[in-house]
């Protein structure tokens, strides 16, 4: 257990009716997040990730075990973490601006004055010169970073990203990275982060959770030792390229083991 966790997951499990009997996709997860960290979540595909995010974001319920954010039991209910999904689900009818105050009037602001709150982020983030335009004008990258403002400035202390750049090309996840490290710095979000990409968990994060599958669960717990800021160089450094190879081997070793958290 953490101090002062912001976010905190206790015994969460879930287990799926089928025609075949229950299928369970989590088992017995357990997790603290502290305020203001990045946290990276790498596992296989089918070990249960978009699974837990949901349970996060309220939109699933727990088989077991139960969510808290500031210590108050948030537990199937929704609007308390920002959520971004891979697709950046843009409505092609609004303008840029107007897409990236969307989340802040269902929340309950006017649009004049989400609209307000958000002019000074547009021009500090790059997407000043596209505040009338319309989402077919922008790049996959634009997109995506506007997709990312709006979710970063819902009154939400928890972030939960789900691949936002799993569809870009290198070159421009690249720049999407620095610019995500830059933007989450300026805002202190708690930041929960989904990839397949080890390289990216470990370049962005503070910690990487890695997932087992069948069922799914945290299997290692590990820290990220390397200052902040962090340039582009660091993927080359000794202590780098030893921490990808130790996720590599952690994800491709067969677990039959209960779940534990590395010592620190």
């Not at 929704?78 to 959520?83: A, K, L, Q």
């Not at 929960?192 to 717990?221: A, K, N, Q």
């Not at 820290?223 to 962090?230: G, K, Y």
Request: contains cysteine.
């Amino acid at each position: 257990m953490y101090p002062n966790s912001k976010l905190r997951l206790v015994d969460v499990s879930k287990t799926f009716s089928t025609v075949n009997g229950g299928f369970t996709a989590l088992s017995s997860l357990s997790m603290d997040v502290s305020p203001g960290r990045f946290v990276s979540l790498i596992g296989p595909s089918g070990c249960g990730k978009s699974t837990l995010f949901n349970i996060i974001a309220g939109l699933e319920t727990p088989s077991t075990g139960r969510i808290e954010i500031d210590g108050e039991n948030l537990t199937g209910l929704i609007g308390r973490v920002g959520y971004m999904l891979q697709k950046d689900l843009l409505l092609p009818w609004r303008t840029v601006i107007d897409n990236i105050v969307l989340g802040m009037e269902i929340q309950g602001m006017s649009r004049k004055d989400a609209r307000d709150k958000a002019r000074p982020y547009l021009k500090r983030y790059g997407l000043g010169d596209f505040e009338t335009q319309f989402p077919s004008a922008l790049s996959g990258g634009m997109r995506q970073r506007a997709a990312l403002l709006r979710t970063l400035l819902l009154d939400n202390d928890v972030i939960l990203l789900d691949e936002p750049f799993g569809a870009l090309d290198a070159q421009t996840k690249a720049q999407m990275q620095e610019w995500l490290l830059n933007i989450w710095e300026d805002f202190g979000k708690t930041v929960v982060f989904v990839t397949h990409d080890i390289e990216e968990s470990i370049y962005l994060s503070d910690e990487i959770c890695v997932m087992g599958t069948r069922p799914g669960r945290l299997i290692e717990r590990i820290s990220v030792p390397m200052a902040r800021p962090r340039p582009r160089s660091v993927v080359t450094q000794t202590s780098f390229v030893e921490l990808k190879q130790r996720c590599m081997d952690l994800l491709n070793e067969p677990h039959h083991e209960p779940p534990r958290v590395a010592a620190e």
